[in-house]
Every structure is written in C-alpha cells, then in structure tokens.
C-alpha cells in the first residue's frame, strides 16, 4: 500500500533535516518531503506577509507532489501552509499547525502600527539575530555552545546534534550557521498582519498541536484562534519548540491526530 505523504516546513532558523529524528518516527507510516531551507531563494525573497514565501512552499507542492499531501508545519512553516492552503485547498488532505497560532484581531492591529513606525526591528526575536553568533571553528565547538543557551536547554540532544550537523555549513575557517541570521531576522520583521482574515478562507481539515508552555502563542493570543478557528487542539508538555524537545511524543501526537482528521 503506497504511503500517505506528509510534506513538511519548518520553523523559522531551523532547516528541515534538523526534525530528523521527528522523522524517524513517521517515516514507516508516511513518506517525508520537505524543502530543506526556507527564505533563501533569490527568486523568492522575504517580503511584507511571506507572500514570496508562500509561493516558494506553492511551487514547491506542484512541483514535487501528484497526489494531495498532508502539510505539517512548525511556526512559519505552519502559516506557510495555511497561506497555500487559502488559495490552493486541492493541495491538501490536511493541515497540522505544530505552534503555529494565528495571532488575533488585536495582535494584527499592533502589528500593522509597528510597522508603520519602523518598530519591527526593534521586537526581541529580530533584535537577538542580528548579534547571534554565527561562526565555530568546529562542529563541536558549535555543540558546546548551543549546549549552554536557554533557549536549546530542553532540545533533545540527538535532535541537538543534527541541528549542529545540518544546521551549519563548513568554510575555509570552520563552519557556519545554514540559516542566514539576516534572513531569520527579516521573517520575524514581516510578520503577516491579516491572517485573521483567513478564517473563511480555509476549506481543508486542520489541526493544531501547542506546547504548553510556549510564549509564542501566548503573544498571538492562542484564545482568539480557539474560538474563531474550527480546528482540533491537541497540546504538548513543552516550549515553542516542543517538535525539537520531544520529538517522539510529537510524532505520536501527530499520528493520533491525523487519525481523527482523516481517518
């Protein structure tokens, strides 16, 4: 029996192959596929709305996929999907949103005004990117110090490893970051404004699984999505970035969820 195909996104600064091991626990029951890196593609520049960005995750679909997938996305990758999705619901069987909230009518408003006034530069997630360190002499160099950042303190440490193994390039001087600070920086600044909007506009069965304790979504206002969004809520023990925390009760999640979207 030919496998269902789940075609990933990934979050914002971390490539795919980072979710390996997520993977690992979906790839007997599904084929994988992915676009390795987000953003970087000079015919597809990072734009107001990820507009760009959502054609890139279009062209991608058509192109490598006959058959309707199911589109699971984590953070920007799950409002990559839910843009093509609004235009494109034939491309889906389903839609999973791993911490990918739809920010309220109020959140869209502040945003809409930061960015008239030029403050989007200025919020922390854009901010702390332009100061990342990029450069190691080594991969394990890289490990070492990533290993000390709160914000990978609760990483799985294999998923850690693949972050450091795919998630850095080699250079004549060590290795590098893969995901260009730059770009990371210019996708928190373009933030879409009028994703409430979208609420009539999706016509595909989708679900979202949180992390419990995930600061993002509590910034876009998770409530709003829950009362305005007909979509199935599941939640997770952990960060925003619970898919790179636990990524085998991810999986699991991921698994029982699809169960009751599509059977």
């Not at 192959?17 to 953003?39: C, P």
């Not at 008239?116 to 200025?122: A, D, G, I, P, R």
């Not at 850690?160 to 060590?174: A, F, N, P, S, W």
């Amino acid at each position: 029996m030919n496998k269902q195909t789940i075609h990933f996104a990934h979050a914002n600064g971390f490539p795919a192959k980072t979710y390996s091991k997520l993977f690992s626990y979906l790839e007997d029951d599904f084929e994988i596929r992915f676009l390795e890196r987000h953003a970087h593609n000079p015919k597809f520049p990072v734009a107001d709305g990820w507009e760009r960005l959502r054609d890139e995750l279009r062209e991608e679909l058509e192109n490598r996929n006959a058959h309707k997938v199911i589109g699971v996305g984590h953070s920007l990758g799950g409002i990559l999907h839910l843009l093509v999705a609004a235009e494109n619901p034939e491309f889906y069987k389903a839609i999973i949103l791993l911490d990918a909230p739809i920010i309220s009518r109020l959140s869209s408003a502040g945003l809409k005004f930061m960015k008239k006034t030029n403050l989007m530069e200025k919020i922390p997630l854009a901010r702390t990117t332009r100061f990342r360190r990029s450069f190691w002499k080594t991969r394990e160099e890289a490990f070492e110090h990533f290993l000390q950042k709160e914000k990978f303190a609760h990483f799985d440490r294999e998923v850690l490893r693949d972050y450091v193994e795919h998630g850095t390039v080699k250079t004549e001087k060590g290795v590098k970051l893969f995901f260009e600070p730059k770009i990371e920086g210019m996708i928190y600044q373009t933030l879409p404004d009028n994703l409430p909007k979208l609420r009539k506009k999706l016509k595909v069965p989708i679900a979202y699984i949180g992390g419990m304790n995930s600061g993002e979504a509590r910034l876009a206002r998770l409530g709003f999505m829950r009362k305005n969004f007909d979509f199935k809520f599941h939640f997770l023990e952990g960060s925003h970035l619970f898919p790179l925390e636990k990524p085998k009760e991810t999986a699991a999640v991921i698994k029982e969820t699809l169960k009751s979207l599509i059977g």
